[in-house]
Structure formats: C-alpha cells, structure tokens
C-alpha cells in the first residue's frame, strides 16, 4: 500500500520532477515551522517552496492549487515587506485577530473566490477535481491574506486547507505532497494555539507596558 501511494504514482515522471517536489515539499514544511514561531523567515523559504509548486502543479493539472502558489508566491512578498515595515525602531507587526468588519470581509471574499474559481476550473480547464480545488484555493487565498496581516484566524484557514488538501493530493497521486500537508495540517493545528499563546502575552503586555517579552522576529 505504502509503494502504491508513494512510489507507483511517480513512475512515469522523470528523477527531475521527482526531485523538485521534494525539496518544493521540504522548504513547504520548513516555512510553516518557522511560520508557527511567527519568524519572518517563513517568507523566504516559502517563496522557494512556492514558486517550485507553480511548475509541478500544472504540470500535474491541479490548476487551482497552481494560481493558489502564484498568489503565495506574491503573498510572500507582501507579507515579507508588511512584517519588516513597522513604524518605529525595534518595533515589530503584533499579532492581532479579525474584528467583526474583517470577519464579515473575509468570509465574502473566501465565498467569493470559491464561485470564480468553481466556474473557471468547471468550465475552462480540465480539471479532475474542479470542487475541492476551488475550496483549497479560497481558503488558501484568505488564508495567506490573513498571515500576512498577523491575524489568529489565518490558522483556522490553513487547517480547513490542509485537512481537505491530504485527500485532494492522494487522490491525485501525489503522495509526498500529500504527506506534506499532513504535516502542515499538524504545525497549523500547533501553530494556532501558539499564535493564541503569543496574543494573550501581547495582551498583558500592553496592559502592563513595563513587563513586555515582544521581541523583533528572527
């Protein structure tokens, strides 16, 4: 069972595709580690991991979760720019969560996204999985969005993603990739009580301004 899912799949791709998704999949489980310990250096390794996903993804005609590492790949960027750009020396971007505005905004904009994306991978592509591919891409959208802004609830995203995305990735064959998500399925589960931990100290920091253990991310 173990060689059907891991290693039948890859026998008609070539040693170089085989080699790409693996490392794709190292720098992936790498960044959400340093992403779990709110480190900007979960930018950097991200982009590696994401723009080598672009390539074997339409390759592998998972077209949704190809823009999804698109957009990741510009995402980081943004995120990577945001974290580092706060007003003050020594200052850092807090953790923060969605008020109800934001949550309004980000549950239509996740709705939103599902429907453009069902229609284009239903209608425009040949897609074999047209539906979770949609879901994974919103969520991944909103998700992504969400980390860059240092909202809790990013986390809540990514594990919808995650869970759903183990399936997705070992019906498609894919078994490293899936078992990379299984891995980022469990450091988000972690991560999220993390990022809980990190706002509550916030918290009784800025109730307390001079007992404060904030620190500039590595």
Same mark, same amino acid.
């Given at each position: 069972?173990?060689?059907?899912?891991?290693?039948?799949?890859?026998?008609?791709?070539?040693?170089?595709?085989?080699?790409?998704?693996?490392?794709?999949?190292?720098?992936?489980?790498?960044?959400?580690?340093?992403?779990?310990?709110?480190?900007?250096?979960?930018?950097?390794?991200?982009?590696?991991?994401?723009?080598?996903?672009?390539?074997?993804?339409?390759?592998?005609?998972?077209?949704?979760?190809?823009?999804?590492?698109?957009?990741?790949?510009?995402?980081? *960027?943004?995120?990577?720019?945001?974290?580092?750009?706060?007003?003050?020396?020594?200052?850092? *971007?807090?953790?923060?969560?969605?008020?109800?505005?934001?949550?309004?905004?980000?549950?239509?904009?996740?709705?939103?996204?599902?429907?453009?994306?069902?229609?284009?991978?239903?209608?425009?592509?040949?897609?074999?999985?047209?539906?979770?591919?949609?879901?994974?891409?919103?969520?991944?959208?909103?998700?992504?969005?969400?980390?860059?802004?240092?909202?809790?609830?990013?986390?809540?995203?990514?594990?919808?993603?995650?869970?759903?995305?183990?399936?997705?990735?070992?019906?498609?064959?894919?078994?490293?990739?899936?078992?990379?998500?299984?891995?980022?399925?469990?450091?988000?589960?972690?991560?999220?009580?993390?990022?809980?931990?990190?706002?509550?100290?916030?918290?009784?920091?800025?109730?307390?301004?001079?007992?404060?253990?904030?620190?500039?991310?590595?």
């Amino acid at each position: 069972m173990l060689y059907d899912l891991f290693l039948k799949p890859y026998e008609g791709y070539s040693t170089l595709f085989i080699v790409l998704e693996a490392i794709a999949a190292f720098f992936g489980i790498v960044s959400v580690w340093f992403a779990r310990r709110n480190s900007i250096w979960v930018y950097p390794t991200g982009i590696i991991s994401t723009a080598l996903y672009v390539y074997i993804l339409f390759v592998s005609g998972v077209y949704g979760d190809a823009v999804i590492n698109i957009y990741y790949t510009a995402m980081s *960027l943004y995120g990577w720019y945001v974290w580092l750009n706060v007003k003050g020396e020594g200052q850092v *971007l807090p953790i923060t969560r969605l008020h109800r505005r934001g949550a309004l905004f980000t549950g239509g904009f996740t709705l939103a996204n599902f429907a453009l994306f069902y229609i284009i991978l239903q209608y425009y592509t040949d897609s074999i999985v047209p539906t979770l591919d949609a879901i994974t891409t919103a969520l991944a959208f909103s998700a992504m969005y969400l980390m860059a802004r240092k909202k809790v609830e990013n986390w809540a995203f990514w594990i919808a993603c995650d869970l759903i995305s183990v399936g997705l990735y070992i019906y498609k064959g894919l078994g490293v990739t899936a078992l990379q998500y299984l891995i980022f399925l469990i450091l988000a589960i972690s991560a999220h009580f993390e990022w809980v931990r990190l706002y509550r100290e916030q918290q009784a920091a800025q109730a307390h301004p001079g007992n404060t253990s904030t620190t500039k991310p590595a």
